[in-house]
């Protein structure tokens, strides 16, 4: 059940995300509209695994209590 509540979490998170960016680099605003290409470049650059990893073992030392450090 976890797991389903998270895939759906996930889905509605990304597609916002989603949505987000491609109305930004619609934009006609130079800045917004390249921001928004060199997120969506550095994303699709990134190797899956790289990403997976970056959460797995990175996040927790960004998320932990000053005092775990």
């Known amino acids: 059940m976890v797991t ?3 895939s759906i979490v996930a889905l509605i998170v990304s597609v916002l995300i989603g949505i987000g960016v491609a109305y930004a680099r619609l934009s006609p605003f130079r800045v917004v509209s390249g ?3 060199a ?3 550095f994303v699709r ?3 899956l ?3 997976m990893f970056f959460v797995y073992f990175g996040l ?3 998320l932990a209590p000053e005092t775990a450090r």
């Open 4 to 6: 389903l509540e998270l």
């Open 35 to 37: 921001a928004a290409s």
């Open 39 to 41: 997120y969506v470049e």
């Open 45 to 47: 650059n990134i190797p």
């Open 49 to 51: 695994l790289l990403i």
């Open 60 to 62: 927790p030392a960004f």
